[in-house]
């Protein structure tokens, strides 16, 4: 596959080394077999119900006493009493969000071939499988008894649809049918992997019409579930039905359609639906992938990154993974992955956004249910959108937002007693905040929403749309900003206490509790809310008296500390120590996406940050390797601190241990546990590394100018190479060169007329 996507010459052996291909609704997981080939399918709105969401707990009444607890350093105290006040009212053990999983199985089985996988495989010559950025093409192919077959698949943008064509060059009998994915006995530890829902869902029903087959598939918690359709859309072959689907004799030519949806009601189909929109469609493949493309590749064509030559870009997906395993990481993998994470984020982004799996799995044990998880992971995967010119992709965020508001308020009422929006740290179809226990006192942790506000904001100033800030970004700024009102208490001292407070999903070293007083990134999260706040309305010379209000509070914001090692204390308590060995650096939220303005007028605190994830990485042991998305957030940090050898560091790390050979990231070193979380975070650390641009405001708040600084942490092993298209803050698109480790030429664009000031 030259250019841009990757070619591969084994057949694998695992479904994370799967091909990947999603419209972001419908998402396509290609395994390649010979013969007897596996197509998983999943659905952005499909999570297994496995419990009644229930209220949150009524922890508002009793606030009072979970305060006092914490004040006297009874920490563990009050994250057992929330429980126990669970216990009272009806939860039980703990509860898990409904997981992610994989829908249906389309089988593809080639009549004739071997009995077992790997005698289909050695009957399999010159196999190659590959996949293509720029168009989501999935193909497959192979040569068995001398005669050719190719399986190209993609998931249509335009048509909500799978696409499935089988060519050969002579006749085969074969059977396209749709089933159940089958559980997998291998799904590795339970810890990490969770228990096996597949015992949740009742047994396929079938039905036919006009020649399309219709699979449902019934929940057991309450009755509704989720139906999958097909039809053959073209063959020159005999069809004959079977149970599940078709068997074709001798075919060499076959066009397929698929499509899936949760269902609403027990009886509900869109089998009538799916035919009438199939028999409206051309059928042939290339005009339908052609459809597709032009949306897709609009989308990922939008960036562009050169670090090497055209022939070290050609070399197989093997060649490439074995290689960044030396060490010496070939420039041509970091394209790859910067591709590769592009390709996956935008594959994901639907109505909804990637979840931890982006919008694939494999197995019924997925981990951590597959969820969204909020305290860091969903913001890992979003952060790549905006510089990367994906704007619209960004939509998919605010929209499961909007879709939760009504949960989070409520969860704000019940847990604290309080106005405006609480985003739990784990969601998937519902927004309230069910999943805690002791160890894990989710409850506390207040950050959600004000740092999803943060992408709010920065759309508003990448696209320079004054509407949607006004329509989309105030109102919910605006009530992630009422809840602190309401949930700040003023110590003796007349500053603000942060209590409950947690920071994920650390422990202080003195206490071994995560239940604590002023967290960091608490602190953090709710003063960048506040100065947004009052940045936005002030340029917009809005809400003039709610900015003197918010101004007001951030008077009264706790300061940051720092510990005897010089680093920032990731809880501002004295009497709460630093734990280092971690895989969160939540308490760095300051430097994740710029420099948070009371860092940049006291730069000791920048200091103390850049001491704070050079001790964490010096000192990780038990947790070195853990968790991709922690090690974003240091290199993040150190990117805009100019810190070039911590993120060559990051970078070489991620990049030589959390990937597959698909170049699909892991959750941990190895690779190990299939997740989205780079397919984010690694292009916008790659991005950050070579441009990053912040707002700059006058003393009254008014922005007034945007500071641009080209190569600010540029990696010394990218000593050459090439950016195009990509977007910053201000509006502003910028095309980048550089060689020899120094600019050699950029253009910006500046749409919006704004003034600037380029930094090299």
């Not at 190209?152 to 159940?180: G, I, M, N, Y």
């Not at 709710?526 to 809400?543: F, K, P, S, Y």
Request: aromatic share 12%; glycine share 8%.
């Amino acid at each position: 596959m030259p250019g841009r996507g990757y070619t591969s010459y084994k057949v694998s052996d695992r479904w994370e080394e799967a091909v990947l291909c999603g419209n972001g609704t419908i998402g396509a997981l290609i395994k390649g077999k010979p013969m007897k080939e596996e197509i998983l399918l999943t659905h952005e709105k499909l999570y297994l119900p496995i419990h009644e969401p229930l209220p949150p707990v009524r922890t508002a009444e009793h606030m009072e006493e979970i305060r006092t607890m914490l004040q006297e350093g009874a920490y563990q105290k009050a994250a057992d009493y929330v429980v126990e006040l669970s216990h009272q009212q009806g939860y039980g053990e703990k509860r898990w969000t409904d997981p992610f999983f994989p829908a249906c199985a389309v089988w593809i089985v080639t009549e004739g071939g071997g009995e077992t996988g790997a005698e289909r495989e050695e009957e399999a010559e010159g196999y190659e499988k590959s996949l293509d950025f720029t168009n989501g093409l999935s193909s497959v192919a192979y040569s068995r008894n001398g005669k050719w077959h190719l399986q190209q698949t993609f998931v249509s943008r335009a048509d909500d649809l799978c696409v499935l064509h089988l060519k050969d060059e002579a006749p085969v009998d074969l059977r396209v049918e749709l089933k159940k994915a089958v559980e997998d006995p291998d799904a590795g530890d339970p810890f990490w992997q969770g228990p096996s829902h597949y015992a949740k869902l009742g047994e396929p029903s079938y039905a036919w019409r006009d020649g399309a087959v219709s699979m449902r598939v019934p929940f057991l918690l309450n009755g509704k579930g989720y139906e999958c359709c097909m039809r053959i859309l073209k063959t020159d072959g005999h069809i004959r039905k079977t149970e599940s689907g078709y068997r074709l004799e001798k075919a060499s030519d076959t066009l397929c359609g698929f499509s899936l949806w949760p269902l609403e009601e027990r009886n509900e189909s869109r089998l009538d639906a799916f035919l009438k929109d199939t028999q409206q469609l051309a059928v042939d493949f290339d005009r339908l992938l052609e459809r597709h493309s032009r949306i897709h590749g609009e989308l990922f064509g939008r960036v562009e990154l050169e670090l090497c030559g055209g022939k070290e870009r050609e070399e197989s997906a093997e060649e490439l993974w074995e290689a960044s395993r030396s060490g010496n990481i070939p420039n041509a993998f970091y394209e790859k992955i910067f591709d590769a994470g592009r390709y996956l984020t935008i594959s994901a982004c639907g109505d909804w956004p990637p979840n931890l799996q982006g919008l694939w799995t494999g197995t019924y044990a997925v981990p951590w249910s597959s969820d969204y998880t909020n305290n860091g992971n969903i913001q890992t995967v979003a952060v790549s959108l905006l510089p990367g010119n994906l704007a619209e992709c960004m939509q998919s965020y605010f929209r499961y937002l909007d879709y939760l508001k009504e949960d989070m308020r409520t969860s704000a009422k019940a847990l604290f007693g309080c106005r405006g929006i609480h985003f739990p740290s784990r969601s998937s179809n519902h927004g309230l905040n069910n999943h805690f226990d002791s160890t894990w006192p989710m409850t506390f942790w207040t950050a959600g929403a004000g740092w999803m506000a943060r992408f709010y904001y920065d759309y508003w100033l990448y696209t320079q749309d004054d509407d949607f800030f006004v329509r989309e970004a105030l109102p919910f700024m605006k009530e992630a900003a009422v809840f602190y009102e309401d949930f700040l208490i003023e110590g003796e001292d007349g500053k603000y206490c942060f209590t409950p407070s947690y920071s994920p999903e650390n422990a202080p070293s003195n206490t071994g509790s995560q239940a604590c007083v002023n967290a960091t990134m608490d602190i953090a999260v709710a003063r960048e809310l506040l100065n947004h706040l009052i940045i936005g309305c002030r340029t917009l010379g809005i809400e003039e008296e709610n900015v003197r209000k918010w101004e007001a509070m951030l008077q009264k914001m706790p300061p940051y500390l720092i510990n005897e090692d010089g680093a920032l204390k990731e809880w501002a308590t004295p009497k709460l120590e630093d734990c280092y060995d971690h895989r969160h650096a939540s308490h760095l939220y300051p430097l994740f996406y710029d420099i948070a303005k009371e860092f940049r007028e006291e730069p000791k605190l920048c200091d103390a940050c850049r001491r704070a994830y050079e001790i964490k990485m010096e000192r990780k042991e038990k947790e070195k390797g853990v968790m991709a998305f922690g090690m974003v957030q240091i290199g993040m940090a150190a990117s805009h601190l100019g810190d070039v050898r911590a993120v060559e560091e990051t970078l070489s790390s991620l990049a030589g241990n959390h990937y597959y050979p698909s170049f699909s990231s892991s959750h941990d070193a190895g690779p190990s546990i299939f997740n989205a979380d780079l397919g984010g975070g690694m292009p916008a650390l790659i991005m950050e590394s070579l441009v990053q641009c912040q707002e700059i405001a006058d003393e009254t708040g008014h922005i007034r100018s945007y500071e641009i600084r080209l190569l600010p942490s540029l990696p010394s092993f990218w000593s050459k190479g090439r950016i195009k298209g990509l977007k910053l803050r201000g509006g502003f698109e910028i095309d980048l060169a550089w060689e020899d480790g120094a600019v050699k030429e950029y253009r910006i664009e500046n749409p919006w007329e704004n003034e600037y000031a380029v930094i090299v």
